[in-house]
């Protein structure tokens, strides 16, 4: 999720709190891999719990990164249990992070593994495991549940990294394209209505068609003719979908 904001809740919220980590990731296995700060919520309760598994739920929130009506495009729920990451599995853990969220030595993150630290009190940086148990989801498509083998399966989609950047450059720089997706809607009744990119993925682009008082908006889905691996694969998609609209 491109613009996803996290809340990290324990079970016993009053007690707790809450925390948003600084970046996560899914390990091999499924489980998700946090980096929260060491003095946050999720980071003591996870340490005062030792070696006790403790429930926990990651929230979600998926916000379009453009200006638009109804800026929430989805959210996730995962729910499961939260142990710190230990021994070998922190430096595994580390390197699965810093490939994928290169964040671990601008927080400080080799700090938080060290093993001898030169000083006391808690590290800046803690690596918590979530072990996820359940899942749910709600967003554009609809409302699921996803099965944990699922999420260890998938595959992150090539666009996510782009995705923010692409959808605002459409929407500052292309918005005469985007109003001649309208050719392709059909019956549909766009004239007057203003089209926002909304979300973008390999398999297509969707925009948002909003008006004024009493126009209802609706979102429109203009998949692409087949899935697009890169940028530059992107690029071909974008110019051949506008290239259909403007005939």
């Given at each position: 999720?491109?613009?996803?904001?996290?809340?990290?809740?324990?079970?016993?919220?009053?007690?707790?709190?809450?925390?948003?980590?600084?970046?996560?990731?899914?390990?091999?296995?499924?489980?998700?891999?946090?980096?929260?700060?060491?003095?946050?919520?999720?980071?003591?309760?996870?340490?005062?719990?030792?070696?006790?598994?403790?429930?926990?739920?990651?929230?979600?929130?998926?916000?379009?990164?453009?200006?638009?009506?109804?800026?929430?495009?989805g959210?996730?729920?995962?729910?499961?249990?939260?142990?710190?990451?230990?021994?070998?599995d922190?430096?595994?853990?580390?390197?699965?992070?810093?490939?994928?969220r290169?964040?671990?030595?601008?927080?400080?993150?080799?700090?938080?593994?060290?093993?001898?630290?030169?000083?006391?009190?808690?590290?800046?940086?803690?690596?918590?495991?979530?072990?996820?148990?359940?899942?749910?989801?709600?967003?554009?498509?609809?409302?699921?549940?996803?099965?944990?083998?699922?999420?260890?399966?998938?595959?992150?989609?090539?666009?996510?990294?782009?995705?923010?950047?692409?959808l605002?450059?459409?929407?500052?720089?292309?918005?005469?394209?985007?109003a001649?997706?309208?050719?392709?809607?059909?019956?549909?009744?766009?004239?007057?209505?203003?089209?926002?990119?909304?979300?973008?993925?390999?398999?297509?682009?969707?925009?948002?068609?909003?008006?004024?008082?009493?126009?209802?908006?609706?979102?429109a889905?203009?998949?692409?003719?087949?899935?697009?691996?890169?940028?530059?694969?992107?690029?071909?998609?974008?110019?051949?979908?506008?290239?259909?609209?403007?005939?």
């Open positions: 999720m491109t613009g996803a904001r996290d809340q990290v809740w324990t079970r016993d919220q009053h007690e707790c709190g809450t925390g948003a980590p600084a970046a996560r990731t899914v390990a091999p296995d499924g489980d998700v891999i946090l980096l929260v700060p060491g003095e946050s919520a999720a980071a003591r309760a996870a340490a005062h719990a030792q070696d006790d598994d403790l429930p926990a739920v990651i929230e979600i929130t998926d916000v379009a990164p453009v200006s638009v009506p109804h800026r929430i495009r959210r996730a729920r995962l729910a499961g249990w939260l142990t710190p990451v230990r021994g070998d922190r430096a595994v853990c580390a390197a699965l992070m810093a490939e994928r290169p964040v671990g030595g601008l927080l400080g993150l080799t700090e938080s593994l060290d093993l001898d630290p030169p000083h006391t009190g808690r590290p800046a940086w803690m690596l918590l495991r979530l072990e996820v148990g359940e899942i749910s989801v709600d967003d554009l498509w609809g409302a699921a549940r996803v099965d944990p083998g699922e999420l260890a399966a998938a595959e992150p989609d090539p666009m996510t990294a782009h995705e923010a950047e692409l605002q450059h459409l929407a500052s720089v292309h918005p005469g394209r985007l001649g997706l309208c050719g392709l809607l059909g019956s549909r009744e766009a004239a007057g209505l203003t089209p926002v990119p909304l979300a973008l993925d390999r398999l297509g682009l969707r925009v948002r068609f909003t008006g004024g008082p009493g126009r209802a908006a609706f979102d889905r203009f998949d692409f003719p087949e899935p697009v691996a890169d940028v530059c694969g992107l690029r071909r998609a974008l110019r051949s979908l506008f290239a259909a609209a403007a005939r």
